[in-house]
């Protein structure tokens, strides 16, 4: 099945530096990636949606200049979390989508627990 | 727009029960329904989908739904619970079309032994 890979899994950094995540779609072709925010106990938050080649769009509230996306082929996208201050600790989780296919589905990475300390 | 609506933040059921876990959304278009378990730290895991097709919708682990257009829910439901279900589950709902999907606040089940 359709699998897309995350990482790093866990990361602890400085508050004031910037933490880079990836995701691949490892066996299709992610021709958009959802990217989501998960405070603990709690649900999936939507914060973006990139479409390869495309500028993403951004959640209303999410901050454009300290979430960088980047979808620059169809098997990466890449979140960037700029200046991290400790209240950007959280869970961060992709989501990889190709519609046009036959097995239409979202495909989640494993997320990435951030820490700034 | 979407919505989703998970009836219960908490359930707890003994090993070898039903487990019943409510979802219902609202949609201003034919939805595309999910349902996925999450174990701590780790991604989702699709346990089943409905799109198009049957109502009745089976998923991996023994679990099955049912889309219920004029109640407009999509229950979960499996037989037996076993100790391994324990986690959160989280219901879904997309427009069809490249849209992401809006998820409920989540269902934590817990298996009593």
């Known amino acids: 099945g359709a699998v897309v890979s995350q990482h790093p899994s866990r990361v602890i950094c400085k508050s004031g530096t910037s933490v880079k995540i990836e995701c691949r779609s490892l066996?299709?072709?992610?021709?958009?990636m959802f990217w989501y925010r998960q405070f603990p106990k709690q649900s999936l938050m939507l914060m973006a949606t990139?479409?390869?080649?495309?500028?993403?769009?951004?959640e209303q509230g999410v901050e454009k200049d300290k979430f960088l996306i980047n979808h620059a082929s169809l098997t990466l996208s890449t979140l960037t979390v700029t200046s991290a201050h400790p209240e950007d600790s959280s869970f961060y989780i992709c989501?990889?989508?190709?519609?046009?296919?036959?097995?239409?589905?979202?495909?989640f990475g494993s997320g990435t627990r951030l820490t700034v300390v | 727009a979407q919505s989703v609506t998970q009836l219960g933040s908490h359930v707890s059921v003994s090993e070898g029960a039903l487990v019943l876990l409510r979802c219902n959304y609202s949609?201003?278009?034919?939805?595309?329904l999910f349902w996925y378990v999450q174990y701590p730290n780790q991604g989702l895991q699709l346990l089943l989908k409905?799109?198009?097709?049957?109502?009745l919708v089976k998923g991996i682990n023994g679990f099955e739904a049912e889309f219920k257009k004029s109640e407009t829910s999509f229950h979960l439901t499996k037989p037996s619970a076993h100790m391994s279900d324990a986690a959160e589950y989280f219901c879904?709902?997309?427009?069809?079309?490249?849209?992401?999907?809006?998820f409920g606040k989540g269902t934590r089940l817990s298996v009593i032994a």
């Open positions: 989501s990889g989508n190709n519609p046009g296919t036959e097995n239409y589905g979202y495909t």
């Open positions: 066996d299709f072709q992610a021709t958009t």
């Open positions: 990139s479409n390869e080649g495309s500028k993403a769009t951004y």
């Open positions: 949609s201003s278009v034919p939805p595309y």
């Open positions: 409905y799109t198009t097709g049957a109502t």
């Open positions: 879904a709902v997309s427009a069809r079309g490249n849209t992401p999907l809006v």
